[in-house]
């Protein structure tokens, strides 16, 4: 009599959104390049240590062997970077956690108190796969969201950004600060951006951190382009994180005299020429605004490279397999 035989059932490959779908190119070695002189730095440190114990050279008392080294000066100065790091996250987000512990869980994104903030962080999270981040609104009139580690990572956001902004500019901003957490950013730009701010004896005492600042060059903008294209996947619109970038900049500074209206008909009319007097000196005024914000300028045109690259395209795709798998609604393209 014939076996019978079970036929297994082939499991659906899943389909997730990789890093390498929107990493920003050179932002992976920019890293590794700053990481890896300053680990090297300290390991040959750390050598010349060794061999100094093993030799017995210190005090000329000849070769010792392995039970004559002193283990913990080597090992301290292997793990002085990581710690450094460590200490320098510690120091950057030490009045974020004093704010969120003085609110309480009151200020925590909840489905019963903040509902269209949890509604986008729930959305973003399912579509990408991702662990839900937890996330904070701190009443404050000065317009900011960032992001800092701690399990699934922690995002931060102002009642001032909230109420600046439309609910899909918000969507865009979350997403952005989501890709900073799947792309692991979170810990390097928070050490570099304290370390950037620190004053001379925090500079000295931290100084591993500053070397890979200094040895990183511009990796915390390609960190940006990075996010910034993880947000342009989830939200599916390139003008969306532009509009939202470009908000919060003005939001941000009170100098600069632009009112929503304006700025909603600059950027409804963007890359038009008009022959109106108002027009073109609202287009100008707006124009030099972005312009003069650090970094703006170049995060929205490689946006726009983004969208037109065939890198982008297949990631787009790829992003919409994963929506239609994930029963997820299309958002238009743009």
């Known amino acids: 009599m014939a076996r019978k035989t079970k036929r297994r059932r082939k499991k659906k ?56 080294v002193k283990w913990w000066p080597i090992v301290n100065i292997i793990i002085f970077p990581w710690v450094t790091i ?39 999270a399912n579509v990408v796969g991702m662990k839900l981040p937890n996330m904070y609104l701190l009443q404050d009139d000065a317009p900011y969201i960032y992001t800092i580690p701690g399990g699934p990572g922690t995002i931060v956001i102002s009642s001032g950004l909230r ?103 600059y950027l409804e009319s963007a890359g038009d020429i008009s022959t109106d007097a108002a027009q073109m000196e609202r287009q100008f005024r707006i124009g030099n605004f972005i312009s003069s914000q650090p970094n703006l300028a170049e995060r929205v045109e490689e946006m726009r490279e983004f969208v037109r690259s065939d890198e982008g395209k297949a990631a787009f795709d790829k992003m919409q397999e994963i929506r239609k798998r994930a029963g997820a609604a299309q958002p238009a393209s743009g």
Do not use: C
């Open 86 to 124: 460590v200490v320098a996250n510690i120091m950057a987000t030490r009045h974020s956690a004093a704010s969120i512990k003085k609110v309480g869980r009151q200020a925590k994104v909840m489905p019963n108190n903040f509902p269209q903030l949890h509604r986008i962080l729930a959305n973003h």
């Open 163 to 265: 109420d600046g902004v439309e609910e899909d500019d918000l969507s865009a901003l979350i997403a952005h600060e989501m890709g900073h957490i799947n792309s692991h950013h979170v810990r390097t730009t928070l050490a570099i951006g304290y370390i950037t701010n620190a004053n001379l004896v925090f500079k000295i005492l931290l100084f591993p951190v500053l070397m890979i600042k200094l040895f990183a060059g511009g990796w915390t903008d390609l960190a940006d382009f990075t996010a910034d294209r993880f947000s342009l996947l989830v939200t599916g619109d390139a003008s969306v994180l532009n509009k939202a970038l470009v908000k919060m900049a003005v939001l941000a500074d009170k100098q600069a005299d632009i009112t929503p209206e304006e700025l909603r008909a």
């Open 13 to 68: 490959q899943e389909l997730k959104l990789e890093l390498t779908d929107y990493q920003f190119p050179g932002e992976k070695n920019g890293y590794w390049t700053a990481i890896g002189i300053t680990i090297g730095v300290f390991l040959i440190a750390a050598t010349m240590l060794f061999v100094a114990n093993l030799n017995g050279m210190a005090n000329g008392t000849g070769i010792r062997g392995l039970q004559g």
